[in-house]
T-cell receptor, first 116, second 114 residues
Framework: EPEVTQTPSHQVTQMGQEVILRCVPI?????FYWYRQILGQKVEFLVS????????KSEIFDDQFSVERPDGSNFTLKIRSTKLEDSAMYFC??????????????FGPGTRLLVL | RKEVEQDPGPFNVPEGATVAFNCTYS??????FFWYRQDCRKEPKLLMS???SGNEDGRFTAQLNRASQYISLLIRDSKLSDSATYLC???????????????FGTGTLLAVQP
């Protein structure tokens, strides 16, 4: 069964450093998402991406965040200058474009980011 | 009011028990609803979509009441392997938008005891 993959599985960084989280969505999917989950809290939407542009972003997704689809397979989330509060599990998700509201989003295994 | 609100947990039940989870959502324009399961430190995985007429998948039954903005999940004959956090998830609706972002509840932890 096709699946979303993410690398790295864990990332430790110093406050102020840049990090890039990578995702390979399912190959025929056209909508891509990043969510995050701070330890002990709920999963929160960050950003959605379609047709090579952001279609929606949350209040969390400020100027320090950016997303990119540099080639036909990877989808990246960059945090320019990490803060302690960016420590969380970051999930990538993708879905097919079928237009249905019931369309399932498939989640990757996540990248656990720890900012020291 | 929270966008998606769930029963506080944890639920500790013996094997074989029937357990019910409840959830309410605030956006009456929401179009689709899901139950996801999340194991400790893992990604959310779709358990089942929730349809207006209610739907069943083996031991799992989901119900939707649009008038009350209420969603439920019933697990019958619970197994040790059902131990996980159950997430109520609503597809956010925005006129003119096609994002289909998911709004998650905080989840309810289920621990099935032998």
């Amino acid at each position: 069964e096709p699946e979303v993959t993410q690398t790295p599985s864990h990332q430790v960084t110093q406050m102020g450093q840049e990090v890039i989280l990578r995702c390979v969505p399912i190959s025929n999917h056209l909508y891509f998402y990043w969510y995050r989950q701070i330890l002990g809290q709920k999963v929160e939407f960050l950003v959605s991406f379609y047709n090579n542009e952001i279609s929606e972003k949350s209040e969390i997704f400020d100027d320090q965040f950016s997303v990119e689809r540099p080639d036909g397979s990877n989808f990246t989330l960059k945090i320019r200058s990490t803060k302690l509060e960016d420590s969380a599990m970051y999930f990538c998700a993708s879905r097919e474009q079928a237009g249905g509201w019931q369309e399932t989003q498939y989640f990757g295994p996540g990248t656990r980011l720890l900012v020291l | 009011r929270k966008e998606v609100e769930q029963d506080p947990g944890p639920f500790n039940v013996p094997e074989g028990a029937t357990v019910a989870f409840n959830c309410t959502y605030s956006n009456s324009a929401s179009q689709s609803f899901f139950w996801y399961r999340q194991d400790c430190r893992k990604e959310p995985k779709l358990l089942m979509s929730v349809y207006s007429s209610g739907n069943e998948d083996g031991r799992f039954t989901a119900q939707l009441n649009r008038a009350s903005q209420y969603i439920s999940l019933l697990i019958r004959d619970s197994k040790l392997s059902d131990s996980a956090t159950y997430l109520c998830v609503v597809n956010s609706f925005r006129y003119g938008g096609a994002t289909n972002k998911l709004i998650f509840g905080t989840g309810t932890l289920l621990a099935v005891q032998p």
